[in-house]
C-alpha cells in the first residue's frame, strides 16, 4: 500500500514509548527488518520453531507485534526469509553438478560420472558451511513448519536424476544393474542422513569435508557394485 511505502522511506529519527510501553527501533526499515531477522535467527536456533514466542522475538527486535506485521505475514514468512536463500543456492549447485554428470555419461567415460561426484560433494559441503546457521535452522529447528521434511526433498531429487541417468544409460546402450525405486530413496535417505550429521553435531569445516569424502568414497564404490559399473 501507499502508506506501506512511506514507512519504508521513512526514518525513525527517536526512540519512544508506544501504549504498552515497548520501545521501537530506531532507524529505517531496512534496519528494523534486519532486527527482525536477527532476532528470528537467534530465538529459532535457540528455541526451534514451534517454541519461538512472537512476542519475546518482537522483544528481542525492539518493537511492537504490530510492527512486526508491516515486515512479515506471521513467524513462518520469517522463517522462509532466512532459509529460502540458501536453499536456493544449493538447488543452483545441485543442477549444476547434475547435469556435469549427465554429460559425462559414455561407455569411454563411465569413471568420471563417480569423480564429478566426489568433487560435488565438496563443494557441498563448504556452500553449507558458508550459510550454517540456515541450514541448522532447517535441519535442527523446522519442526511445524515444511521445512521439516527438507532431508526428503532432497532425496526425492535424486531419485527423479537417478531415473533419468539410467535413461541415458539405456539411450546409450551401457549395461548396468537397475534398482528399485525404494531401493534407490533408501540408500540416498542414507547418504543425505550421513552428510547432514556434520550440521547437526557441528563438525568443523574442515572436518566436514574430511568426513564427507570418505562418505563420497564409501558409496561410489557401493553405487557402482550394486549396479554393475
Keep these: 500500500s501507499a502508506a506501506s511505502d512511506v514507512y519504508k522511506r521513512q526514518s525513525i529519527r527517536c526512540y519512544h514509548n508506544t501504549k504498552g510501553g515497548e520501545i521501537v527501533a530506531v532507524g529505517t526499515y531496512e534496519i528494523t527488518h534486519e532486527r527482525i531477522m ?63 554428470c549427465f554429460d559425462f555419461v559414455s561407455v569411454e567415460n563411465i569413471d568420471q560420472i563417480w569423480s564429478v561426484s566426489i568433487d560435488a560433494m565438496a563443494e557441498f559441503i563448504r556452500y553449507i558451511f558458508k550459510h550454517f546457521d540456515a541450514f541448522k535452522l532447517i535441519l535442527r529447528c523446522s519442526d511445524g513448519t515444511k521445512y521439516v521434511d527438507f532431508t526428503d526433498w532432497m532425496v526425492e531429487r535424486e531419485v527423479e536424476d537417478s531415473i533419468k541417468l539410467n535413461a541415458v544409460l539405456e539411450q546409450k546402450n551401457i549395461p548396468f544393474h537397475k534398482l528399485t525405486v525404494k531401493e534407490v530413496h533408501m540408500l540416498y535417505h542414507s ?30 564404490a557401493g553405487w557402482r557394485e550394486v549396479h554393475g559399473l
Design 38 to 100: 536477527e532476532s528470528g535467527r537467534t530465538l529459532f536456533l535457540k528455541n526451534g520453531y514451534e517454541r519461538t514466542n512472537l512476542r519475546e522475538l518482537c522483544k528481542g527486535a525492539g518493537i511492537t507485534t504490530g510492527a512486526f506485521y508491516r515486515h512479515f505475514e506471521d513467524k513462518e514468512a520469517l522463517f522462509a526469509a532466512l532459509v529460502d536463500p540458501a536453499i536456493k543456492g544449493l538447488q543452483e549447485i545441485y543442477d549444476a553438478a547434475g547435469d556435469k
Design 191 to 220: 547418504y543425505y542422513s550421513c552428510i547432514f550429521e556434520t550440521v547437526l553435531h557441528d563438525y568443523t569445516e574442515e572436518e566436514a569435508l574430511q568426513c564427507t569424502n570418505t562418505l563420497a568414497k564409501f558409496f561410489t
